[in-house]
């Protein structure tokens, strides 16, 4: 039997990241759609639409928040991230390194998704998420096309999950906190 | 600020007119859209459109009354102003004008 309930993750993104001018009625038209019979798959599909066309269009009206956005998430993030992995990097050490890696590169995404949310418009976090991502397939395409070292099989997977899935994942995480924090918001259950 | 209708505006605008106020919302104007058309539009796309044409005067809204059927949340209807109706008949006369005379879409 089919859950009769839209999915509870993308109805909250929908309500913390995008304006409540078109929150108020989107989510009731896709709530309304779902019950008449559309899949949880199209519902996510259109709160991934959704949610990108308000981050464009955030970017596009506010050039200089979102470069704003994107320098001050990636500066708190990133610095962060390299500042905890290194320690676990240096007493750690080995294949255990590389699991905290993981953590590690959740929080420090987090805490730059949080910066942002904090700082900026609630659109701006989807905008930096997907900043993320295409930065990591650059560097990605950098260096398979210039190698500076091989590195081990294991970092690999790694740095390949870290980069396209557990950071942004922890910028949306830690956006959804902030914004959640400062709307005082709590989901509302369908 | 241009005057210039998109296609997509145009089409937004015309389901507008051709549904009652009390009916014209996000997913009747998608499926009045995708009627026409053939094409599946997504919601987010046409209430991205008519966000756009309010700010530009051509579009109006309110809120409706909310119900269970879409788990508390209220609907928001849509109107075209007189200003939207001034630039959809402009559109129109442009496209006759252009269409008028092309061998290619004269019917057989």
């Known amino acids: ?190 | 600020m241009s005057d210039h209708l998109g296609s997509f505006d145009l089409l937004v605008l015309l389901s507008l007119l051709r549904l009652e106020e009390e009916q014209a919302y996000g997913v009747t104007i998608s499926t009045e859209i995708q009627q026409a058309t053939g094409r599946a539009v997504a919601l987010a796309t046409v209430y991205a459109t008519l966000e756009r044409l309010e700010d530009r005067g051509l579009v109006s809204s309110r809120l409706g009354e909310s119900t269970a059927q879409r788990g508390g949340r209220a609907k928001r209807h849509f109107r075209v102003t007189t200003n939207g109706v001034r630039q959809v008949r402009e559109a129109k006369a442009a496209l006759l004008k252009m269409w008028r005379g092309i061998r290619e879409l004269q019917e057989a």
Request: aromatic share 12%.
């Open chain 1, 1 to 190: 039997m089919k859950p009769t309930d839209p999915p509870a993750l993308a109805t909250a993104l929908l309500e913390l990241l995008i304006p409540p001018r078109t929150s108020a009625g989107l989510i009731g038209d896709l709530v309304e759609e779902h019950k008449n019979g559309r899949s949880r798959a199209w519902y996510w599909q259109q709160t991934i639409m959704a949610l990108t066309l308000s981050a464009f269009r955030e970017a596009r009206e506010r050039k200089f928040h979102a470069i704003t956005a994107i320098v001050l998430g990636y500066l708190s993030g990133a610095s962060l991230c390299y500042f905890t992995t290194s320690l676990a990097g240096r007493f750690v050490g080995g294949y255990t390194a590389y699991v905290l890696f993981i953590p590690l590169g959740f929080l420090s995404a987090a805490v730059g998704g949080w910066m942002v949310s904090r700082s900026h418009s609630r659109a701006m976090v989807f905008v930096f998420a997907i900043f993320c991502i295409i930065a990591s397939a650059v560097a990605l395409a950098v260096y398979m096309l210039f190698p500076i070292d091989r590195m081990p099989l294991a970092m690999t997977v790694v740095v390949l999950t870290l980069d396209f899935i557990i950071m942004p994942a922890g910028v949306l995480a830690g956006g959804l906190f902030g914004a959640a924090h400062e709307s005082h918001s709590t989901y509302r259950s369908i």
